[in-house]
């Protein structure tokens, strides 16, 4: 059984920073593509991050810069390091993570990740 715990979330000014974290249990981080994905009020959950399993990130364009994503394989978690902080960043994070290992085709969709976290909120103010 796959389980995904998010945490990290809360109330940030814009500019300030957060760190996510994605526990993973019933696998190995370090075989899979994981990735994030957040879902803003009254709008479409949307491609955040990823990072393959051979370590390879990729990040949509309206983070690129200023999120890191990272894992650490020892822990079994996933990472999201999210700098200079906007408005527009606030969102319920999710984990998630492909039922096969190694790559993942189409990797921005959501419909091609079959686990999922709970979530964790993340609100910045202006």
């Known amino acids: 059984q796959v389980q995904l715990v998010e945490s990290g979330g809360g109330l940030v000014q814009a500019g300030g920073s957060l760190r996510l974290s994605c526990l993973a249990s019933?696998?190995?981080?370090?075989?899979?593509?994981m990735a994030w994905f957040r879902q803003a009020p009254g709008k479409e959950r949307e491609f955040v991050s990823v990072i393959g399993w051979l370590g390879t990130p990729h990040y949509a364009d309206s983070v690129k810069d200023r999120f890191t994503i990272s894992r650490d394989n020892a822990k079994n978690t996933l990472y999201l390091q999210m700098n200079s902080l906007k408005p527009d960043d606030t969102g319920v994070y999710y984990c998630?993570?492909?039922?096969?290992?190694?790559?993942?085709?189409?990797?921005?969709?959501?419909?091609?990740?079959?686990?999922w976290g709970q979530g964790t909120r993340v609100t910045v103010s202006s």
């Open positions: 998630a993570a492909p039922k096969s290992e190694g790559g993942i085709t189409g990797f921005t969709d959501a419909y091609n990740y079959d686990y």
């Open positions: 019933g696998r190995t981080v370090s075989r899979y593509s």
